[in-house]
């Protein structure tokens, strides 16, 4: 498994993009995919909403369970990737391209977000 050297990451198994015009994309890891296995339901943050660093802001559903999704930065929600609300099984097929779960423009990011090399260590994979 290797995780993209451009991203950036939180210790909630998210991933956040550089910034393009102060708007940054933001998924979870292929190894967060991998742990819950088959999704099937994703419920993201709404078009406008005001997301916090760290707290939940969503919720995905595979066949073995339900987990929060956390944002990894404080922004507003600018767009969400509707491909995978109508397929949730992207996230599993193609966690960093068309997995992604929505962009967000950038007020504040926590200064601990890990480097890929940090998140292989703190993750294991």
């Not at 369970?65 to 109508?86: A, C, F």
């Amino acid at each position: 498994m290797s995780n993209p050297q451009e991203l950036r990451y939180s210790k909630e198994h998210e991933w956040l993009s550089g910034a393009e015009d102060g708007v940054s994309t933001v998924g979870i890891t292929e190894h967060a995919a991998n742990a819950l296995g088959d999704v099937v339901y994703v419920q993201l943050p709404e078009v406008g909403a005001a997301v916090t660093a760290g707290e939940t802001c969503g919720e995905l559903e595979s066949t073995k369970s339900v987990s929060d999704l956390y944002s990894p930065v404080t922004g507003e929600i600018t767009e969400i990737n509707q491909d995978v609300v109508d397929d949730p099984a992207l996230v599993n097929t193609a966690p960093f391209e068309g997995g992604w779960l929505f962009k967000v423009r950038v007020t504040d990011e926590p200064k601990d977000l890990l480097s890929a090399a940090e998140y292989a260590e703190f993750s294991g994979s």
